[in-house]
């Protein structure tokens, strides 16, 4: 059996795995710890007897891996594929040798919320059709291979052309385990953005389990409304049918401070309900929710979240009448013409930072 969540974000944030910068003997100990974490889970290496992909050209030849396995699915969907994935690699040690950088939201829970729910959905699979199920743990993402073609994610695109053809969704999960501030309305703190639906046809089965999980808010969000950022971009540039998901930075977001104990430990149990829910649900969802739209947009739905969220903030919030005036004026032309023009689209990305200075 899996260890816990709290277990897990722990062992991979100690001072053991040293902040699992890629190459490094703490980051040989988490990779180790999660190949031993999906074993106990049941999922299978993806190739053949391993669950390694070798990461190859990193500088100074440092070494590299990502960490794939999968769920077999079932029945006429079985060589179909919905991809799960959270990075694994951190920044390692200080430079001036003052610590190392824990990690814990960056990206430790999020590969603890993907063990215990492939754990969970692996232990109650849907008696029907079903897709296969990929659990990756992709390396390299953070600088300084960020952006470049020495990313896990892309090594994986490149590699792995015949998967690529036959997955019809791929899922990534960053900085998912803390709250958005502290002591505010919970329909914020208990918030996560969904982003990317808008490009497919997920709207219904995501609107079928947005309330499936109590005190937990899936707030669906365009891409064009956050800076990229992710291992999704090596999806996106090829064209391939993604969701993003994140609650954002927080204030601890790349520094020594990225500990565990700051995380939100029922929030993450609860993600980890959602996304078990979320799997089985996609390993049966028909065909044509995965149709792939590049030029797909769902202002209506970024306008919904922002306003929710934005209507239960401090009254005080400087500028909170002239924002909420903008979101229904926007929300009017969405009525009319479907989306906002590009010029107004641009200003979604503005109150979602709005957003994050209000919660950290």
């Given at each position: 059996?899996?260890?816990?969540?709290?277990?897990?974000?722990?062992?991979?944030?100690?001072?053991?795995?040293?902040?699992?910068?890629?190459?490094?003997?703490?980051?040989?100990?988490?990779?180790?710890?999660?190949?031993?974490?999906?074993?106990e889970a049941g999922i299978k290496p993806f190739y053949e007897e391993e669950f390694i992909q070798s990461l190859s050209g990193l500088p100074q030849?440092?070494?590299?891996?990502?960490?794939?396995?999968?769920?077999?699915?079932?029945?006429?969907?079985?060589?179909?594929?919905?991809?799960?994935?959270?990075?694994?690699?951190?920044?390692?040690?200080?430079?001036?040798?003052?610590?190392?950088?824990?990690?814990?939201?960056?990206?430790?829970?999020?590969?603890?919320?993907?063990?215990?729910?492939?754990?969970?959905?692996?232990?109650?699979?849907?008696?029907?059709?079903?897709?296969?199920?990929i659990i990756a743990f992709f390396d390299a993402e953070e600088p300084p291979f960020f952006s470049s073609s020495h990313m896990g994610a892309h090594q994986f695109c490149t590699e792995n052309p015949e998967v690529l053809n036959k997955t019809d969704l791929s899922v990534f999960l960053d900085l998912m385990g803390h709250s958005l501030g502290s002591g505010i309305h919970e329909q914020i703190m208990d918030?996560?953005?969904?982003?990317?639906?808008?490009?497919?046809?997920?709207?219904?089965?995501?609107?079928?389990?947005?309330?499936?999980?109590?005190?937990?808010?899936?707030r669906r969000m365009g891409i064009h409304a956050i800076p990229p950022s992710g291992n999704y971009i090596a999806f996106?540039?090829?064209?391939?049918?993604?969701?993003?998901?994140?609650?954002?930075?927080?204030?601890?977001?790349?520094?020594?401070?990225d500990s565990a104990e700051k995380l939100d430990y029922p929030k993450i149990n609860r993600l980890v309900r959602y996304f078990t829910l979320f799997i089985s649900k996609l390993s049966t969802a028909p065909e044509e929710m995965f149709i792939y739209n590049p030029k797909g947009a769902a202002d209506a739905e970024s306008l919904k979240a922002l306003k929710t969220m934005f209507s239960v903030m401090?009254?005080?919030?400087?500028?909170?009448?002239?924002?909420?005036?903008?979101?229904?004026?926007?929300?009017?032309?969405?009525?009319?013409?479907?989306?906002?023009p590009l010029p107004e689209q641009s200003k979604l990305l503005h109150l979602v930072k709005l957003i994050e200075q209000y919660v950290s």
């Open positions: 059996m899996t260890d816990s969540t709290l277990q897990i974000i722990h062992y991979l944030a100690s001072r053991y795995c040293e902040g699992r910068r890629t190459g490094t003997e703490g980051w040989k100990r988490a990779r180790d710890y999660i190949i031993r974490q999906m074993k030849n440092r070494e590299g891996a990502n960490i794939i396995g999968y769920i077999p699915g079932s029945g006429r969907l079985a060589d179909r594929y919905i991809l799960m994935e959270a990075h694994y690699d951190h920044l390692g040690i200080d430079e001036d040798e003052l610590g190392y950088y824990p990690g814990a939201d960056d990206n430790a829970a999020a590969v603890g919320i993907i063990l215990r729910s492939a754990a969970a959905f692996n232990s109650e699979l849907p008696e029907q059709d079903r897709r296969s199920v918030s996560f953005f969904v982003i990317g639906g808008e490009k497919i046809n997920i709207g219904p089965l995501l609107n079928e389990i947005e309330t499936a999980v109590e005190s937990l808010y899936p996106k540039e090829r064209n391939l049918p993604f969701l993003f998901l994140t609650s954002g930075r927080n204030h601890f977001y790349h520094t020594l401070f401090d009254p005080e919030t400087p500028n909170l009448t002239n924002i909420l005036n903008f979101i229904e004026n926007a929300e009017q032309v969405c009525r009319t013409n479907g989306n906002l």
